[in-house]
């Protein structure tokens, strides 16, 4: 090994231990520095293996660039194709996977075992929202003093939750004791990327009638609003008894 490669082996390593990385970029162009490559057309064409010279040479008659796609191939392997397009349409292709991605989220509900009815309803109607958002829900029924001595008022509530939502959800882990607690998971039928597409789409139907009919009330447009940013950042708040 010649002095000037040891130095630059020996820099990249130093730089590597001080907490830098290798750019993952593939080398395009003059930067490929081998004497021959396995040529592939701009239509996938197998041109087959060409001196580089040569293959820089077809990529400036097609105006476009010499990328090499598989470095470790003997010869490497290099297409011809438009980089800075080929680049934007990888960073568009990964935009809309994230915007796309369902995460899971756990919302919890608090009961107590003597609720009243209209707090039940109340209750209810947030379990049935998350459901429908795709999301599972954790049932917490919350017992105190001599309410502990009674666990078959919780069991009994939970199941009355469970078969009021059952066209939702379904019990993803049956009710069981955990201290002063008794838990049941209700998870959702509908999938999060379902639930996200659907509210993607009430949302467009909602700014297509907005638009066709511009007297609406300020009120209706402060509750679009209000659900616009629940679809595109659901709360994550928990909501207690």
């Not at 040529?39 to 097609?62: C, D, R, W």
């Amino acid at each position: 090994m010649s002095s000037e490669t040891y130095a630059a082996v020996r820099q990249t390593a130093v730089w590597c231990y001080r907490g830098g990385s290798i750019s993952a970029e593939p080398r395009i162009n003059d930067r490929i520095r081998v004497p021959e490559v396995r040529l592939v057309g701009p239509s996938g064409e197998q041109v087959g293996i060409v001196p580089l010279a040569k293959a820089l040479e077809l990529a400036q008659e097609y105006d476009l660039d010499l990328v090499e796609v598989a470095a470790n191939a003997r010869p490497p392997v290099c297409k011809l194709m438009d980089y800075g397009k080929f680049k934007y349409e990888s960073a568009m292709k990964a935009r809309e996977a994230r915007k796309n991605q369902a995460h899971t989220v756990i919302k919890e509900m608090k009961l107590r075992p003597k609720i009243d009815p209209h707090d039940y309803d109340t209750k209810k109607g947030h379990v049935v929202r998350f459901l429908k958002q795709g999301d599972k829900v954790k049932i917490t029924i919350m017992f105190r003093g001599r309410e502990q001595s009674r666990p078959e008022l919780g069991y009994r509530l939970l199941q009355r939750l469970a078969e009021d939502v059952q066209d939702l959800g379904f019990v993803e882990s049956n009710p069981k004791q955990d201290g002063r607690n008794m838990i049941m998971v209700l998870g959702p039928h509908k999938k999060k990327t379902e639930a996200m597409a659907e509210a993607r789409e009430a949302q467009a139907a909602r700014k297509a009638e907005a638009k066709a009919n511009p007297g609406r009330s300020q009120n209706a447009a402060e509750v679009e609003t209000e659900t616009e940013t629940a679809v595109e950042a659901p709360a994550e708040a928990s909501a207690e008894a």
